[in-house]
């Protein structure tokens, strides 16, 4: 495959800064399936996804809920009649459990073939109440923990699902209502963060606690903030506003990077951090999806249907009606062979086993500039190929891999050890 097809589909957020949005899949959904219609919830790295009936939209439904499960590629797993009280949220554990959140404060889980495996009670006051929002969380120990605001707006966390020990969290002064709220999981502990109007709140793990008012540098003109989202190593906050502006800064709030007019005003339906250096808006409306870097660029994506976005380590998984896409920033080592007029070894590298394969002679043109840095070339395509998807691409750097070995007569470790992942 050529380069020009290989970063056909790159773009750029800043200088030198590169991301890019590709297919993983072509979606088997069954006929019936239209995600405008449903609440989904996809489990990270690329499990299982959960969906049920949107109970917000106006669609008919007959008898009990049903969730379903399908693989990452629409393929159905397992489907199972909802007998309990009303949902809240559904999300998914680091295990792959389907965690559930009812309106009464229970939380059921289940594997992800339907079967139960046991439910907790989040508080006794919980169930005395109801619960209105929830959010399922990893904790700094990296344990699937669950978040819940009540009706009367208290907050209620549970740090580890395997090992249920409810925290009431500090209250809101003055008895404010919240517009939005996220968790902060962040060493040493699990805290909330509440927007009431303009004004921020940091809930912590006290219910005796005052809460601390805390307050972004926005310059644009609001009254209320919409919506929010930290990114997957909580350094780092986006702030949406009624002006429509996005606010991106650290999640403490002492940096500012940027401000950006993405001139939509109502809220996005989903709002998500990409890596730790953009952030992406979806608004179901539009069926428009932007991303923004911490820089102030940003590049806009209009799809045909509905699309649901799941938040990865390393970027967004976008699942729509008929694909499931990955949009990532280029691995740096990638961006390295690849980018226009590159000079490093490894593009050398990967030029010469091209013109070798088409038994040209300028693959000792390309070789001999890349004698002296053989091995740092060697190890940058290895390294690349981890990050390539595209079996065709995969296969050219087999080749590639094949010609190195013939040079080097032996495998080199790291080839060993890619291979031994593959």
């Not at 106006?58 to 489907?79: A, L």
Request: glycine share 4%; aromatic share 10%; with cysteine.
């Amino acid at each position: 495959m050529s380069t020009a097809m290989l970063i056909a589909d790159w773009f750029m957020l800043g200088r030198d800064i590169y991301y890019r949005k590709f297919e993983l899949y072509n979606m088997s959904w069954p006929p019936e399936v239209n995600l405008e219609n449903y609440t989904t919830s996809s489990a990270q790295y690329g499990g299982p996804i959960a969906i049920k009936r949107d109970a917000k939209k106006f669609v008919k439904e007959s008898g009990q809920p049903i969730i379903s499960i399908f693989s990452g590629s629409g393929k159905n797993i397992s489907s199972f009649k909802w007998t309990r009280k009303s949902i809240v949220k559904i999300g998914w554990s680091n295990e792959e459990k389907l965690v559930v959140v009812q309106e009464d404060g229970m939380v059921v889980i289940h594997d992800m073939f339907g079967k139960y495996i046991h439910t907790f009670l989040i508080n006794q006051k919980v169930q005395e109440l109801k619960v209105v929002d929830a959010e399922i969380f990893t904790s700094p120990q990296n344990c699937t923990g669950v978040a819940i605001v009540t009706s009367n707006n208290k907050v209620f966390l549970v740090n580890n699902i395997l090992d249920p020990k409810c925290r009431q969290l500090s209250e809101l002064p003055r008895d404010l209502k919240p517009s939005c709220w996220v968790t902060i999981a962040e060493e040493p502990q699990t805290e909330v963060l509440m927007a009431c109007g303009r004004e921020l709140y940091r809930l912590k793990q006290d219910e005796h606690h005052t809460s601390v008012m805390l307050e972004a540098d926005i310059s644009s003109p609001y009254t209320t903030i919409l919506t929010m989202s930290i990114s997957f190593n909580a350094r780092h906050i986006a702030l949406f506003t009624d002006s429509g502006h996005l606010w991106l800064g650290s999640s403490n709030f002492r940096s500012k990077y940027c401000e950006i007019d993405t001139n939509i005003i109502y809220t996005p339906k989903q709002l998500v951090w990409c890596g730790n250096e953009a952030i992406v808006a979806y608004w179901e409306r539009q069926n428009t999806i932007l991303i923004a870097g911490k820089h102030g660029q940003k590049m806009t994506f209009i799809y045909d249907g509905s699309v649901h976005l799941a938040q990865e380590v390393d970027g967004v998984r976008i699942i729509s009606n008929n694909t499931h896409e990955l949009l990532q920033k280029v691995p740096h080592v990638v961006q390295k062979i690849f980018r226009i007029n590159s000079t490093e070894p490894g593009s050398f590298l990967l030029e010469a086993s091209k013109q070798f394969q088409k038994r040209s002679h300028r693959a000792n043109e390309y070789i001999s500039l890349v004698k002296n840095d053989l091995q740092t070339a060697v190890e940058q395509c290895i390294d690349a190929v981890g990050y390539e998807f595209d079996t065709e691409v995969q296969k050219d750097w087999c080749e590639l891999r094949n010609s190195v070995n013939a040079l080097y007569r032996t495998p080199t470790p790291k080839n060993m050890s890619i291979c031994a992942d593959s």
